[in-house]
């Protein structure tokens, strides 16, 4: 049996939300955790340079993550690391208890999530087998392996646009393959994508297959032309995946309103259907998802969760008592 331990919060992902929502809750004099597996910082950690959150006009996002996790335990907050949440369940007397792999349980009044998403697959044969060893989701990560290489990047949406942009520092020529006639991605990341002359956009096309050479490492793809069912390969050595991703909601126990994709909804205050379990940042419904959206989540999330812990002693005081 594992050990017990006692917060007033606990924050599940150490990504821009958790540790902001952290950070409040510890200037709030509250007894609080972050819970991560990995490193702090989540996507930031994934993003080479950060150039949309204010005051920073240039910072790189494993410098952002550090800063953000420095000033969590500054204010009191504790993180900790290497811990895999595999449950946040509400018991009968109110209280969540919030499990790990490695048998330990965090017992609060109330619990954030914090935990982010995972990058959504294609599904095509080869993908998985070629992870790795051409197939990558994290340009950040493996960009540097593709020096003066020919590679593609699959998408539409800001990831895929913005990750390609950045790929060309290494690659000596990148694909971006859509399936439509056009990009979701912002303007401005369109514009910068186009007049990039390493990058040649593949319309109206579908990857479905990544094939191997003799050594084991991605050769080309398939690829499928959506109007006209024409098929033809691309040489390429490296894939990047940008399609998307899932919230990280599976660790929930109890039931909680959620839209078709797995989002949680929460109200005004990123409270989730649930009393007590607030919400912030990836994982739950919005608009967009950025770090400052993050983090106005994750400030309204502590904060409200600060007022919801004195409703709770409140209400638990004999009537009449100071």
């Not at 080479?48 to 204010?54: A, H, N």
């Amino acid at each position: 049996m594992g050990q017990t331990y006692e917060y007033d919060i606990v924050i599940v992902g150490a990504g821009p939300a958790g540790l902001c929502a952290g950070m409040y809750a510890g200037r709030g004099m509250l007894k609080a955790v972050v819970l991560e597996r990995g490193a702090p910082g989540g996507e930031l950690l994934n993003t080479e340079v950060i150039e949309d959150y204010p005051g920073f006009e240039h910072i790189l996002g494993y410098e952002l993550a550090q800063k953000f996790s420095d000033h969590a335990v500054k204010f009191g907050a504790e993180v900790r690391t290497g811990v895999v949440v595999t449950s946040v369940r509400k018991r009968d007397d109110g209280m969540f208890e919030t499990r790990t792999e490695g048998g330990e349980t965090f017992v609060s009044p109330v619990a954030i999530v914090t935990a982010g998403g995972t990058p959504v697959r294609l599904g095509i044969p080869g993908e998985l087998e070629y992870a790795g060893k051409g197939v990558s989701y994290c340009a950040v990560c493996d960009g540097a392996f593709f020096r003066n290489q020919t590679i593609a990047v699959v998408g539409g949406g800001d990831a895929a646009v913005e990750e390609a942009d950045y790929l060309t520092r290494y690659a000596e020529k990148v694909y971006v393959i859509h399936r439509r006639d056009e990009f979701r991605a912002s303007r401005i990341l369109q514009e910068r994508l186009f007049a990039n002359p390493k990058i040649e956009v593949v319309w109206n096309t579908v990857a479905e297959r990544a094939v191997g050479d003799a050594q084991g490492l991605l050769h080309h793809l398939e690829l499928r032309d959506v109007n006209t069912d024409a098929k033809r390969e691309l040489a390429v050595t490296g894939l990047f995946i940008f399609v998307g991703f899932r919230p990280n909601t599976g660790v929930i126990a109890d039931h909680v309103d959620h839209d078709e994709m797995g989002y949680l909804r929460t109200d005004w205050s990123m409270m989730t259907s649930l009393p007590g379990l607030f919400a912030a940042g990836d994982v739950r419904v919005q608009i967009t998802r950025q770090v400052t959206t993050a983090v106005g989540d994750a400030t309204t999330a502590a904060i409200a969760a600060e007022k919801f812990l004195k409703a709770r002693e409140d209400a638990a005081k004999p009537v009449g008592a100071a």
